[in-house]
């Protein structure tokens, strides 16, 4: 990928069988284009809520640096259960990254379509999920947490773009959420700068969703009991 999208991930893990999922997709899908070109026949589910974004990922497919075989894409965020949340603009509208909430000093609000990894995970009839990508302007907080909290980890490496400067408490919140991920058997495979953070998960196997589902620590809506 390019230095702006390029993510270090453990390609011995990854095959033509494996599950992407890239959450936070902005204006650069560089990294989604490689690891697909790379590992052929793989499958990247690509996931933004963003106008912008929306625009941008149209315009590759009808350019041919997409394909719906392999690049599977749905305009929603990603949250702890699905609805719809509210997102600043950026100030500056050649950007793309929107900020969870009403904040001041940016550009204006817009409500966008959110959904749950499991939600995705259950329509997507995914067991496990080989990399989880997420870039989510500081939502990754309240996700961790609640991952954490649950013991909810249906993926085995995780790539997160950390974004501590831009939620309150953020520092705490950063070493918490790492302490939480570590006392669940993640190791860092790569930390750019504690901004970007490359984890695997070193389970032995990895819990498969209908396990979480069973156990009642996966909850997907609108499913049958």
Known sequence: GTKYGGWSYVSDLI???SVIYSVGLGEDVSWDIGIIEKHRGLQVFG???TPKSAKFIQRLFDEGQLHKETFHYTSEGIALEKGSLTFTMPANPNHV????????GLGPQVTVPVNSLENWMAANKH??????KMDVEGSEYDLLDDWVTRKFFPFRQLLIEFHHRFVIDGRNRHNAALAGLKANGFVIVEDKGGQEISFLNTAERIVLFSEYVV???????GANP
């Open 127 to 132: 067991e496990t999920v080989d990399v989880l």
């Open 97 to 104: 990254s929107m900020r969870g909430g009403a904040v001041s």
């Open 47 to 49: 996931f933004d809520p």
């Open 215 to 221: 156990q009642g620590v996966a909850k997907v809506e």
């Open 15 to 17: 095959d033509a069988s």
